[in-house]
C-alpha cells in the first residue's frame, strides 16, 4: 500500500493529538510492539499510538483515513494467530490505557468496561455481587475485553455458558470514518441487523472496539470437577460422548494427552495419572441438588465407558489445582521443547479418533512430537507442535505440520479455528475452508464497512489471488482449489 | 422432503436477469411480521427435510422449509430442545422463517435467543451464489459471522437453504409457580431472582400475577420454590405455551398490539393500554392505541425499541427507525449481499 503522507508529516499531525508518550516511533520503543502471541511472526510498524480516550481514537482513525494509512487495533497482544501483527506502513493502535471499568449494574447483570480491560479483571470486580462473567480463555488473567471480542474468543467453559458473541450485550466501535456507533443495547435486541454478532470475531477487520458492555452471570451455588483417567484416548472419547448423550451439559470439559498430562504435572503438580493415556476434567456446577445428582450419574458413566480411575475434588483447593494443570498447559508444554506452535482446529468429536490418529501419523512422519490439549465438550483441538526455533529449516516444517492438521480438521467436517481467529497465521488455511464466492462475500462485507481497505489488512481473510497462488501447491484429491481463477 | 436449491438458485437467477424482487416465503404463518413487500412470491416449503442429527454431538441440521414442529418432534424423542423455545404461530411453520425472524420463546433471557444456537447455514445471496458458512461444529471463527447476520435479517440478504442448530437436553423436571403482584413489584421481584443462581428459566406477568419457571432437578425444584414462595401452577406447560404462541386472551384484540424490547429493570412504562411483561421484563407486549412516535420515544429513552407485532396499519413502520449512520450502514451491508435489492425489499425497514 502507497501512503499518501510520510511518516514525518504523520507523526506531526498525531503529536497534535497525542502527548509524546503515547506516540512511539524509535525502533526501540516500537520493537515490544513488532508480534502479538504468536511470536514467530514479527514485522515493526510505522508507528505505536497509545490513545487514552475515545475522542484521540476518533482523530487518530480520520488522519489515517485522509491518508489512507493502515490502522492495526491491538488489545494485551495475547492473540495466538497473528491478528495483531504490525505491518511497516500501518500504524498500531494500542488500546492498553483505555483500562478503566465504566459502571457495574448489578440489577441488569451487566458491566461496561473499555477494551483494555483484562478478561479477568471483570470478574473480580463483580464477585462482590455475586456475578462473574463467563467467557474465561486461558490467556485471561492477561488478555483484554476488547481483544476477546475482536477474536470471539471461547475457554474451557464454553458448552455450557458460550463464546464472547453469547456473553456481551453492546459495543462501541469507531468506523474507519472516525465516526462512534453503538452496536447492541442494554435490551436482549436491536433493531436491524445482528451488527452484534458481525462484529464479533471479526478481528479488526471492519472496526475499532472501544467498549463493551458484558453480560454477567450469578457466580453458580457449588462447582465440583471429577477427573477420569483412561488407558486408551478413544475410550476418553467416547465417554465425553456418552456424558452429553445422557442430558448433561458440564460447565467445562477436557482431555489431555500423555504428553500434555506429563508437561502439566511436571510443571504445577497438580495430582494428574502420569502413566494415564489421557484424562478427562469435567466440572458440573449449579444449584447443589443438580450438582450432586450429576456428579453420581458422571461418575458412574465414566466407570461404565473404561475409566482407570476417578477423583472428585474434595474441596475447592483441590478443584482449583486440577484446573491448574489444564490451564497451565501451554507453559508446561514450553519448558519441554525450546518452541512450541498451537494449532485451533475444530471438528465433530465423533471424529476425534481418526484426527488423533492421523496427527500421530503426521508426527511420525515430520519427526516433530505434538501434545494434545482438547476442549472435548466442543469439539476444539489444541494440538502443540513442539519445536525448536533455532534448527534451520524446523520452524517451516512444523508451520507445515501445522498447516495438514488444519486441512485434516475441514476434512473432518469441522473448521480451521474455534477460538483463536484467522489473522495471519492460518489465512492461507481459509482457501481451502471456503470457495471463492464465499470469500468474496467476506470481501464485500469488509468493503461496507471500510471501503478503502484500512482496517487490518491483509488478515483474516485471504484475497483470491493469494488463494490461486496457495491452492496450486495443494491439489487435494486430483481438485484444484479455485479452479476459476488464473494461476500466478 | 427434497432438495431444491438449484431450482431455488434458477429463480433468483432470472430475478436478477428480469430486475423483478422477491418475496421469499416458507408456509406463510409470520405475513403478519414487517411490511408487505410487493414482489414475486418464492416458495422455499418444498425445500425441507433434516439432513443431520447426531444427538451426541448436540447438532441438528435441516433443510429451511423443514415444518418446525416436525425438527421437534425430532428432538424430543431423543430428550433434547431448541434452547430458544421458538414460537410457531401456526401449524406449518418453517426453520427458515423462525431463524429469518429470530423467534425465540420465554426461556430465552436464561438460555439465550435463536442467533445464539446458529452454528451454520448455507445460503443464496443475490448474485445467485450457494454458499456456506459456519458449519457444524460447536466453535468456529473462521471468516465473518454471516449465519449470525443471516439471523434475524427476514430474508433482506439472502435465501436461507439450510440451518445447523446447537440443540440442547430437556430439563429433567419443570414447575410453574405464580403470585399476585403489580408490575413494578414484579419486575423488582423478577430483576431479584436473576441475580442469583436460582434455576429459573422463564418469568413472566400477565397484568396481576407474576409467574415463575423453574428447570432442573426434582430436588433443586423443590429447594428453589422455597425460596421464591408462591402457588404452584397445574399445566404448567400449557401455560407458557399459550403465551409462545399468542393464544392467550391478552392477544386476543384488533387494535396494534406493539412489542417493546427494553432493558429488563425498566419500570412499567406510563403508557395507556394493556401490558404483558414477559422474558423477565425485557420483552413486553402492549396492546394501545396510542400515538407509534409517543411510544417510540418513549421506548427510545429508556434504551429499548419498539416494533408494532401484530395488526399494523400501512403507515407505520414495523421496526423503530435506524439512525441515519446505522441506515446507511445497513444499506451498504444489504448491497453486500443483495447488490440488485432482489430480496424481500422493504420488509423490515422500508429503505432497504
Not at chain 2, 440451518?163 to 430437556?170: G, N
Amino acid at each position: 500500500m502507497q501512503n499518501s503522507i510520510q511518516k514525518k508529516q504523520l507523526l506531526q499531525k498525531l503529536s497534535a493529538i497525542l502527548d509524546s508518550d503515547s506516540l512511539l516511533y524509535e525502533q526501540e520503543d516500537t520493537k515490544p510492539y513488532e508480534c502479538d502471541g504468536l511470536s514467530a511472526y514479527r514485522h515493526l510498524p510505522l508507528l505505536v499510538a497509545l490513545p487514552s480516550t475515545l475522542e484521540q481514537i476518533q482523530a487518530i482513525v480520520r488522519i489515517c483515513h485522509e491518508y489512507k494509512i493502515p490502522v492495526i487495533a491491538r488489545g494485551a497482544g495475547t492473540g495466538l494467530s497473528g491478528g495483531a501483527l504490525p505491518r511497516e506502513d500501518a500504524v498500531l493502535l494500542s488500546l492498553a490505557k483505555l483500562n478503566q471499568i465504566l459502571d457495574i449494574d448489578p440489577a441488569r447483570c451487566l458491566a461496561t468496561v473499555q477494551p483494555g480491560v483484562r478478561n479477568l479483571a471483570i470478574s473480580e470486580a463483580v464477585a462482590a455481587f455475586g456475578l462473574y462473567y463467563a467467557p474465561d480463555p486461558s490467556s485471561q488473567i492477561a488478555c483484554s475485553i476488547g481483544g476477546n471480542v475482536a477474536e470471539n474468543s471461547g475457554g474451557v467453559h464454553c458448552l455450557k455458558y458460550g463464546l464472547t458473541v453469547h456473553n456481551i450485550s453492546q459495543i462501541k466501535i469507531i468506523t474507519i470514518q472516525g465516526e462512534l456507533l453503538t452496536i447492541g443495547s442494554e435490551a436482549l435486541d436491536s433493531p436491524g441487523y445482528d451488527l452484534l454478532a458481525l462484529m464479533t470475531g471479526s478481528e479488526g477487520m471492519l472496526g475499532i472496539i472501544v467498549e463493551i458492555t458484558v453480560k454477567l452471570l450469578p457466580i453458580p451455588e457449588r462447582a465440583q470437577v471429577i477427573m477420569a483417567a483412561f488407558d486408551d484416548v478413544e475410550k476418553a472419547g467416547h465417554a465425553v460422548g456418552h456424558i452429553i448423550a445422557d442430558g448433561i451439559i458440564p460447565a467445562g470439559l477436557e482431555m489431555m494427552d500423555n504428553p500434555a498430562i506429563r508437561a502439566a504435572e511436571d510443571f504445577v503438580h497438580a495430582g494428574y495419572p502420569v502413566d494415564a493415556a489421557a484424562i478427562l476434567l469435567c466440572e458440573l456446577d449449579g444449584t447443589n441438588e443438580d450438582v450432586s445428582e450429576q456428579v453420581m450419574r458422571v461418575s458412574a458413566l465414566m466407570k461404565q465407558h473404561g475409566a482407570i480411575s476417578i477423583k472428585t475434588a474434595r474441596d475447592e483447593a483441590e478443584r482449583q489445582q486440577l484446573w491448574k494443570g489444564r490451564k497451565a498447559a501451554f507453559p508446561a508444554v514450553g519448558r519441554i521443547a525450546p518452541d512450541y506452535y498451537c494449532m485451533d482446529g475444530t471438528i465433530p468429536r465423533s471424529k476425534l479418533p481418526w484426527v488423533l490418529k492421523r496427527i500421530a501419523e503426521l508426527s511420525d512422519q515430520y519427526q516433530l512430537p505434538v501434545a494434545n490439549v482438547f476442549h472435548a465438550g466442543d469439539g476444539n483441538l489444541h494440538p502443540l507442535i513442539l519445536y525448536d526455533a533455532n534448527k534451520p529449516g524446523e520452524l517451516q516444517q512444523t508451520e507445515e505440520f501445522g498447516g495438514k492438521i488444519l486441512e485434516l480438521c475441514i476434512e473432518a467436517g469441522g473448521t480451521i479455528t474455534g477460538e483463536h481467529g484467522v489473522g495471519m497465521e492460518k489465512i492461507d488455511q481459509m482457501c481451502i475452508q471456503f470457495q471463492a464466492h464465499e470469500l468474496q462475500q467476506f470481501h464485500d462485507l469488509k468493503h461496507a464497512f471500510d471501503p478503502d481497505g484500512l482496517l487490518n489488512p491483509g488478515k483474516a481473510v485471504p484475497t483470491l489471488h493469494r488463494c490461486a497462488e496457495f491452492g496450486a501447491m495443494h491439489v487435494h484429491q486430483g481438485q484444484l482449489s479455485h479452479p476459476e481463477l488464473e494461476r500466478f | 422432503m427434497s432438495d431444491q436449491s438449484s431450482l431455488l438458485r434458477d429463480q433468483v437467477v432470472a430475478a436478477q436477469t428480469q430486475q423483478r424482487p422477491l418475496s421469499i416465503r416458507g408456509n406463510n404463518t409470520k405475513s403478519f411480521l414487517g411490511h408487505p413487500c410487493d414482489a414475486t412470491i418464492l416458495d422455499t416449503s418444498s425445500h425441507s427435510g433434516i439432513l443431520h442429527y447426531e444427538p451426541t454431538e448436540l447438532v441438528i441440521t435441516a433443510r429451511a422449509g423443514t415444518l418446525l414442529s416436525d425438527i421437534k418432534q425430532c428432538l424430543d424423542e431423543q430428550q433434547q430442545m431448541l434452547a430458544f423455545e421458538p414460537p410457531s404461530y401456526g401449524e406449518k411453520a418453517t426453520l427458515g422463517g423462525t431463524i429469518a425472524c429470530n423467534l425465540s420463546g420465554p426461556r430465552r433471557p436464561y438460555t439465550g435467543a435463536a442467533r445464539d444456537y446458529v452454528l451454520g447455514c448455507h445460503i443464496i445471496n443475490g448474485q445467485g451464489h450457494i454458499m456456506k458458512f459456519g458449519g457444524e461444529v460447536m466453535k468456529n471463527v473462521a471468516g465473518y459471522d454471516v449465519s449470525r447476520l443471516m439471523t434475524g435479517s427476514l430474508g433482506t440478504l439472502g435465501i436461507l437453504l439450510d440451518v445447523s442448530l446447537k440443540v440442547i437436553p430437556k430439563p429433567l423436571h419443570e414447575l410453574t409457580i405464580s403470585k399476585e403482584l403489580d408490575g413494578d413489584q414484579a419486575l423488582q421481584l423478577m430483576s431479584h431472582w436473576r441475580q442469583t443462581p436460582l434455576p429459573v428459566s422463564a418469568a413472566c406477568h400477565n397484568g396481576e400475577q407474576l409467574f415463575f419457571r423453574l428447570s432442573g432437578s426434582e430436588k433443586a425444584l423443590k429447594t428453589a420454590h422455597s425460596k421464591i414462595g408462591g402457588e404452584r401452577i397445574d399445566n404448567g406447560d400449557h401455560f407458557w405455551q399459550r403465551l409462545n404462541e399468542h393464544q392467550h386472551a391478552f392477544f386476543n384484540s384488533s387494535k396494534k398490539i406493539w412489542r417493546l424490547s427494553l432493558p429488563s429493570t425498566v419500570p412499567m412504562l406510563e403508557l395507556d393500554g394493556k401490558t404483558f411483561l414477559d422474558w423477565g421484563g425485557a420483552q413486553r407486549w402492549l396492546v394501545s392505541d396510542i400515538k407509534p412516535d409517543t411510544i417510540r420515544q418513549l421506548v427510545g429513552s429508556v434504551g429499548g425499541h419498539a416494533t408494532v407485532y401484530r395488526n399494523n396499519d400501512d403507515q407505520t413502520d414495523s421496526f423503530q427507525p435506524l439512525s441515519l449512520n446505522m441506515l446507511y450502514l445497513h444499506q451498504q451491508i444489504k448491497k453486500a449481499f443483495d447488490p440488485h435489492g432482489l430480496f424481500n425489499p422493504g420488509r423490515m425497514h422500508r429503505e432497504i
